[in-house]
């Protein structure tokens, strides 16, 4: 997401492979939703050899932390972002919707 | 008299039914596009697209509230897919510029754009679903400036070059 004002936008389900970078926030940007999608193999192996300056990464997240929402994603590298994470998605959803029914609400303080 | 009443009544209806008919009928898309396509109806692909198109969008939005539907063809740019890809600017299998509610429905393939292969620039509530990107020279999808889009679904595989090291999203 380019440019200061992409605000908003919600990228869920997706799968984003072997690109030389994976999901990319720029500074700026904010109250986007980045969930439950598989990202991973960005970049290749073979362009990180072959053009190490390409500092590529899974997902990029060079907006202000806690700006965004990056969560419960399939992903290994990254910049400001919760990765490597390598469960199954949708796995914090349901131990969110486990701790809710059992009275253990994450959400309260 | 009578009759005379009664067909013209027939022909009214059928001109009424054909005019609605045709206001309601998707822009049917196929074969090969030279400059920028912009579509101001719902629209549909139904055969594979070839994009000669240089330094612009292959298909472009025209107004807000349109679905365009992929009906699982392919949309191909002009880039090598096995050669160095430079990306040029401006060149984007999908553009959706200053639009609001406008859906890109897959399955489908957008491949081999010099630039993007879905840029959504200033464009709010807009939907991108189950569309396959690959082998575009930036990004697959980029969203610049734009707020409340829906991107899910998507595959988005060997985007980006060295020099323009984008990203799938």
Do not use: W, Y
């Not at chain 1, 605000?7 to 980045?34: A, C, F, K, Q, Y």
Request: with cysteine; aromatic share 4%.
């Amino acid at each position: 997401m380019v440019a200061p004002g992409t605000n908003d936008n919600v990228i869920e389900d997706n799968t984003v492979l072997g690109n030389t970078n994976g999901i990319i926030l720029v500074p700026g940007v904010e109250g986007n939703i980045i969930r439950h999608n598989i990202v991973a193999g960005n970049p290749p192996v073979q362009l990180s050899a072959q053009f190490p300056a390409d500092d590529g990464v899974d997902i990029k997240n060079q907006a202000t932390p806690g700006t965004n929402t990056i969560d419960d994603n399939f992903c290994l590298t990254a910049v400001n972002a919760a990765c490597p994470a390598i469960g199954r998605r949708g796995d914090k959803d349901e131990k969110d919707k486990d701790d809710k029914e059992k009275g253990d609400d994450p959400q309260q303080p | 008299m009578s009759r005379a009443l009664s067909a013209l009544g027939v022909t009214a209806f059928l001109l009424a039914l054909f005019a609605g008919t045709g206001t309601a009928r998707a822009n049917e898309i196929s074969g090969t596009i030279s400059s920028t396509l912009t579509i101001f109806e719902d629209s549909e692909l139904v055969g594979d697209v070839t994009c000669t198109v240089v330094g612009a969008p292959c298909i472009a939005f025209g107004a807000p509230e349109l679905k365009l539907e992929l009906n699982g063809f392919t949309i191909t740019g002009r880039s090598n897919a096995l050669t160095p890809c430079p990306a040029l600017a401006g060149e984007a299998g999908i553009a959706v510029d200053n639009q609001h509610d406008d859906v890109i429905k897959g399955p489908g393939l957008i491949q081999q754009f010099h630039q993007f292969g879905i840029r959504l620039l200033q464009s709010m509530n807009t939907v991108v679903k189950d569309v396959t990107l690959s082998s575009n020279c930036a990004s697959g999808i980029i969203v610049i400036a734009g707020s409340d889009n829906e991107l899910k679904g998507n595959v988005s595989v060997r985007n980006g070059s060295p020099g323009a090291p984008c990203g799938g999203i």
